[in-house]
C-alpha cells in the first residue's frame, strides 16, 4: 500500500517486527505509526469509533518533505485488547485521563509505555497506574499536523526523540529506538530522564506562552516582546536548574531566531481554533515546580494568569 514520492525515502523492513500501539494517531501519532507500518511493523492505532473506521479502510496517508508522501495500513481499535511491545501515547496533555481507559493496565502487560506529552507531571500519572519499570516518558521534536483522521501534514525538515525510562530495562529501550529510527525519526536513548523533559519544558513554556498570549506568531512575538521572552526563559531555567537539570537560557534564545517568522506553537493553534489548553501541563506545571524550590517567577505567574482569566477559568 506504500506509495512513495521517492524511494530513497522508504526504509527496508525491519528485521525484528515489532507490534506497537499508538494512542491518540494525530499529527505526531499519526506521523509516527505510519512511519512504523511502512518500516514493516505491525500497528494498531487506538481512537474513537468514527476514526478507527476511517484509519481501517484508508490507512494513514502522509505528506512529508523529508520522508515523502505515502501511504501506509494500520490496524485500528477504540481500546486495547491484546499484548503488544510498546504503546506510544501521543494524546494532549488534556486528553489524557479519558484516553487512558482505552489502554486497560491488564491489556497492556510488559509492554513499554513510551508517552510523548508536553509537561514533566505525567511520569508519575502514568506509573502510578501502570508497571513503573515500563513507563519510559521520552520527548519529540517536530512539526506535524492531522488535517483529517488519517491525513498528517508533517511540516517541520526533521523529527529527533529522546527515549529515557529510569527504570525501564535498557535493551528494550534500544530495540525501540533502533526500529524508530530505522522506521525515520533520528532517535537516541538518554539516562538521565529529568534532563530529557525538562530541556523541553524549558524551552517549551516561554515561547508557548508568550505566542499564545499576545496570538502572534513567533517572529512578531519574540521581536515585539523580547524583554519578557528573555524573562520567561530565564525563570524557565532557574526552575529546570532547581529540579536538577541545568540549561543555557541564551542558548533557548538563539534556537527560537532560527525558527521561521510565520512559526506558531500549539498552544496557540489550540488557541486559535478554541480547543482546551495544555496551559496546566506547561505553565501550572512551572509554577508548581518553581513553588516547590521557592524560585521567583513574577513573569511566567501573570501570563499564566492572564491566560487562565483569557480562558476563563
Not at 40 to 54: D, I, M, N, Q, Y
Not at 81 to 88: N, Y
Not at 184 to 193: F, H, I
Not at 262 to 267: F, I, L, N, Q
Request: hydrophobic share 45%; glycine share 8%; proline share 8%.
Amino acid at each position: 500500500m506504500t506509495n512513495a514520492s521517492n524511494a530513497s525515502n522508504t526504509p527496508n523492513t525491519t528485521r525484528h517486527p515489532l507490534t506497537v500501539a499508538v494512542l491518540g494517531p494525530g499529527g505526531v501519532g499519526g506521523l509516527l505509526a505510519a512511519l512504523l507500518s511502512r518500516s514493516g511493523h505491525r500497528v494498531l492505532c487506538l481512537a474513537g469509533e468514527e476514526t478507527a473506521g476511517t484509519l481501517r479502510t484508508t490507512g494513514i496517508q502522509v505528506r512529508s518533505a523529508l520522508f515523502g508522501e505515502f501511504t501506509a495500513p494500520v490496524e485500528a481499535d477504540t481500546v486495547l485488547r491484546e499484548p503488544v511491545d510498546a504503546c506510544l501515547i501521543t494524546v494532549k496533555a488534556t486528553a489524557l485521563d479519558a484516553a487512558l481507559t482505552r489502554i486497560p493496565p491488564a491489556a497492556l502487560g510488559d509492554a513499554l509505555l513510551v508517552p510523548f506529552l508536553n509537561g514533566v507531571e505525567h511520569p508519575a500519572l502514568l506509573r502510578a497506574r501502570y508497571a513503573p519499570d515500563r513507563v519510559a516518558p521520552s520527548v519529540i521534536r517536530v512539526e506535524s499536523t492531522r488535517l483529517a483522521p488519517g491525513l498528517i501534514e508533517h511540516g517541520s525538515p526533521f523529527a529527533e526523540i529522546d527515549l529515557t525510562g529510569a527504570k525501564v530495562p535498557r535493551p528494550r529501550l534500544e530495540a525501540l529506538a533502533e526500529a524508530l529510527t530505522a522506521a525515520g525519526p533520528a532517535t537516541r536513548v538518554l539516562d538521565d530522564e529529568t534532563s530529557a523533559l525538562w530541556a523541553k519544558m524549558s524551552f517549551l513554556a516561554p515561547i508557548a506562552l508568550l505566542t499564545t498570549r499576545y496570538t502572534l506568531p513567533l517572529g512578531e512575538a519574540r521581536t515585539r516582546h523580547r524583554e519578557e521572552l528573555a524573562s520567561l526563559v530565564a525563570e524557565a531555567a532557574a526552575v529546570s536548574r532547581a529540579c536538577g537539570a541545568p540549561v543555557d537560557p541564551a542558548q533557548a534564545l538563539s534556537r527560537y531566531d532560527t525558527f521561521a517568522p510565520a512559526a506558531k506553537t500549539s498552544m496557540q493553534r489550540d488557541a486559535e481554533a478554541g480547543r482546551p489548553l495544555e496551559l496546566d501541563a506547561i505553565g501550572g506545571a512551572l509554577l508548581r515546580a518553581a513553588d516547590r524550590h521557592g524560585v521567583p517567577v513574577p513573569v511566567t505567574a501573570r501570563i499564566v494568569r492572564e491566560l487562565r482569566e483569557k480562558a476563563g477559568r
